[in-house]
């Protein structure tokens, strides 16, 4: 079993910024992808941002611009910097991998592994 410790959510004021980071122990984790995902209560879980092991990045539309998805290989650490937060991007926020090396992680079902999940909340 993957292990993705999360940790960096909490209440903000709209304009705001706020850093999550994912750890993950024990795997090989520069060869994976890695997902920031997030679902709003009564909302499907949306996928976010993705970093493949190669580096290359993917955002939803909503967030283009203002959130940044990066990766520290020597310290099997995915990260997730929200700029310009808005009150709808209030959710629970999770950190996500795929069991295979082979999946890019463009779309929430490719993913497996997922984190205990971090409340973000965006106040007006």
């Known amino acids: 079993q993957v292990q993705l410790i999360e940790s960096g959510g909490g209440l903000v004021q709209a304009g705001g910024s706020l850093r999550l980071s994912c750890a993950v122990p024990?795997?090989?984790?520069?060869?994976?992808?890695m997902g920031w995902l997030r679902q709003a209560p009564g909302a499907q879980r949306e996928l976010v941002a993705a970093?493949?092991?190669?580096?290359?990045?993917n955002y939803a539309d909503s967030v283009k611009g203002r959130f940044t998805i990066s990766r520290d290989n020597a310290k099997n650490t995915v990260y997730l910097q929200m700029n310009s937060l808005k009150p709808e991007d209030t959710a629970v926020y999770y950190c996500?991998?795929?069991?295979?090396?082979?999946?890019?992680?463009?779309?929430?079902?490719?993913?497996?592994?997922w984190g205990q999940g971090t409340q973000v909340t965006v106040s007006s």
């Open positions: 996500a991998t795929p069991r295979l090396t082979t999946i890019i992680g463009s779309r929430p079902q490719e993913y497996d592994y």
């Open positions: 970093i493949s092991s190669g580096g290359s990045t």
């Open positions: 024990g795997r090989t984790f520069s060869r994976y992808a």
